[in-house]
């Protein structure tokens, strides 16, 4: 398996809250993306980075922002949660042919 | 604007059929189009398709892409139980943005 990882795997927060996700690689792949999936819509991009400090926003990414100081770490930060952020939230890493893609995070915001 | 549609979005068949699932996109600046398997977890890469006419084979799985037609199949054939799962396309732009369409569940009955 590719070395990617997403922290936390779980979590609930209250509406107004901060929420940072982290996905943290070990395959130094230069491209990262964050997706989310929900019923009805199947995987949507929210934000991808091309390499350090250099990121784009995809087709959701209203209320997220993203960071990525280090090759192998890229922060997706919702500054103020909402109900409709409760998803389930994919990372992913390419480099040439392939994409994996991290074990998942699952947000509720009540 | 971009899209990707899969079709269909369900397909139930017995053990050992033959099944074809279907991908279309309309998508300006096309680089690439890919296939995951995703069972309960995050979603597995199969292929990644760039050229028009060249059949990608893995096992009983192959894809092919028709880039004048704007379309990709995949096949699978003597399926078996653990082929259920659901299968999405995506297409990856110039701009590194990659479009997910919203999947194909497919169920194979023993």
């Known amino acids: 398996d590719a070395g ?12 107004g809250t901060p929420v940072t996700l982290r996905c943290h690689q070990t395959e130094n792949h230069r491209y990262m993306y964050w997706y989310r999936q929900d019923p009805g819509h199947g995987l949507r991009l929210i934000h991808y980075s091309y390499g350090v400090k250099d990121t784009d926003k995809g087709e959701v990414s209203d209320g997220y922002s993203v960071s990525r100081s ?10 103020s949660a909402t109900s409709s952020q409760t998803s389930v939230y994919f990372c992913a890493i390419s480099e040439l042919n392939e994409q994996y ?10 | 604007e971009d899209k990707v549609v899969q079709s269909p979005l369900s397909l139930v068949v017995h053990e050992g059929d033959t099944v074809t699932l279907n991908c279309s996109y309309e998508v300006t600046n096309f680089r690439s189009l890919l296939w995951y398997k995703q069972e309960k977890k995050a979603p597995t890469f199969l292929f990644m398709l760039t050229s028009s006419g060249i059949e990608k084979k893995s096992g009983r799985l192959s894809s092919i892409l028709d880039k004048k037609e704007l379309f990709s199949i995949l096949n699978i054939t003597a399926t078996q139980t653990g082929d259920s799962a659901v299968y999405l396309c995506a ?8 479009i997910f369409g919203k999947g194909t569940r497919l169920h194979i009955l023993p």
């Open chain 1, 70 to 79: 280090k090759t192998e770490d890229f922060l997706l930060t919702l500054e």
């Open chain 1, 101 to 110: 893609f991290g074990p998942g995070t699952r947000l509720t915001v009540t």
């Open chain 2, 91 to 98: 297409v990856e732009d110039r701009d590194d943005k990659i």
């Open chain 1, 4 to 15: 990617i990882t997403q922290s936390p795997r779980h979590k609930v927060t209250e509406t």
